[in-house]
């Protein structure tokens, strides 16, 4: 049976694919199953910083494997402590919970929101305000933190206690919160999924002014945004302000499955013993591939992370096309159908994302600049 006919005969249907097998890849280059060649502007959905097999990230992936693949978390582990030291040295931030993707890191970040207000203020502060058009991941909590209707209708009952702002509105937002009891506000500072829509910057700003009068748990999902894609490690860094929690995940490890719910001196010991935990949750090999990325993504590295994003707006927008984001997470307005602008690039040798209705390009952020450019005329050429 070909590797098509067995997925679906066999793999639950929940993801639409294309109809090609990525086999294996180096650096920024894939190749499916009949060895044709593409060009990776998608890392995954922004997971492989380093692209495919990077063989200093895959080093340390094996020597730890070899060393300690697992044990549990009763015991310490170096790679989970040493990790956790380089996450709040580099951000600021107090403590971190780890655990195994975007959606339980956000999970973790309701969590400490409602225990935070429960402790402080009252069990019936338990509101979380998100986003209209946010992105906050697959589990029922985060479903409905997710604000999006579509994603509410077919589970329900979801988690109750969400309500939603609309972006760059800061009246309807303080209203919001003068109208209910709340616990905390959740945004990303970039809207990946819903059209990589970034935030105002006096909007980011009032966000955190609001938690602070309110003494509210101000949360940032950097899942998409954080660990270097935007230029700075953090994109919250970006505006000067400080969260109380910080969720991140995809490319933190560079293609292992890891999540991590960075805490503030406020907010580090709101969860104690017993309120948290998970089985994988700072396993030693995603942790040991997490330090390896976060030693390489240092302040040079950073500013070619911008420089390769500043290129890539450059050549669309000179060439007519509306861009939109941050850094190496970038969106473009087509006039075509984005399906068809997707398939074309692949047809031609380039993988693409899209976001909504945008082409959304997520390129590994070390992607040497003679494939970035080849892949830009490609995609040019496609969209004109
Ligand atoms: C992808 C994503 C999530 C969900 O992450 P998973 O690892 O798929 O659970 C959450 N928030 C944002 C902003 C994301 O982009």
Not at 230 to 239: E, Q, R
Not at 287 to 299: F, G, P, Q, T
Not at 333 to 348: F, G, I
Request: net charge negative; with cysteine.
């Amino acid at each position: 049976m070909s590797i098509k006919t067995t997925d679906e005969r066999y793999v639950a249907h929940t993801y639409k694919r294309f109809d090609t097998a990525i086999v294996k890849g180096s650096g920024c280059i894939c190749y499916d199953d009949n060895g044709k060649e593409y060009i990776d502007m998608t890392s995954g959905i922004g997971v492989n910083i380093f692209g495919y097999s990077d063989p200093v990230w895959a080093e340390a992936v094996a020597a730890q494997a070899r060393m300690l693949q697992h044990t549990s978390n009763l015991y310490y582990t170096v790679p989970c402590a040493e990790l956790a030291e380089i996450l709040c040295t580099r951000t600021g931030m107090s403590k971190v919970f780890f655990s195994n993707s975007g959606a339980e890191a956000n999970e973790c970040a309701v969590k400490v929101a409602r225990k935070y207000a429960a402790d402080n203020k009252g069990a019936e502060y338990h509101n979380i305000i998100t986003l209209k058009k946010s992105f906050h991941g697959r589990t029922l909590t985060t479903l409905a933190a997710t604000g999006q209707d579509n994603f509410h209708t077919k589970f329900t009952p979801l988690t109750e206690g969400f309500l939603y702002a609309e972006p760059n509105d800061i009246d309807g937002l303080e209203k919001l919160v003068a109208d209910n009891k709340v616990a905390g506000i959740l945004i990303e500072i970039v809207q990946g999924e819903g059209g990589v829509n970034s935030l105002d910057e006096a909007f980011i700003k009032a966000v955190e002014r609001v938690c602070r009068e309110n003494d509210l748990v101000f949360m940032v999902d950097e899942v998409q945004t954080g660990n270097g894609r935007t230029g700075k490690l953090y994109s919250y860094m970006h505006y000067g302000v400080k969260p109380d929690v910080v969720s991140t995940a995809k490319g933190l490890a560079g293609g292992l499955p890891i999540g991590a719910t960075l805490m503030s001196d406020k907010v580090c010991d709101v969860l104690g013993y017993g309120d948290h935990g998970s089985t994988f949750g700072g396993n030693p090999v995603c942790a040991a591939a997490a330090i390896s990325v976060m030693n390489r993504l240092d302040d040079a590295f950073l500013a070619d992370v911008t420089a390769k994003g500043d290129y890539i707006r450059k050549r669309l927008t000179d060439a007519g096309h509306a861009v939109s984001g941050l850094g190496l997470m970038v969106g473009v307005t087509t006039e075509k159908p984005v399906s068809e602008v997707l398939a074309a690039c692949m047809e031609k040798g380039v993988l693409c994302l899209s976001a909504k209705e945008k082409l959304r390009l997520l390129p590994p952020l070390n992607i040497p600049q003679e494939q970035l450019e080849k892949a830009i005329d490609i995609i040019i050429e496609v969209l004109s």
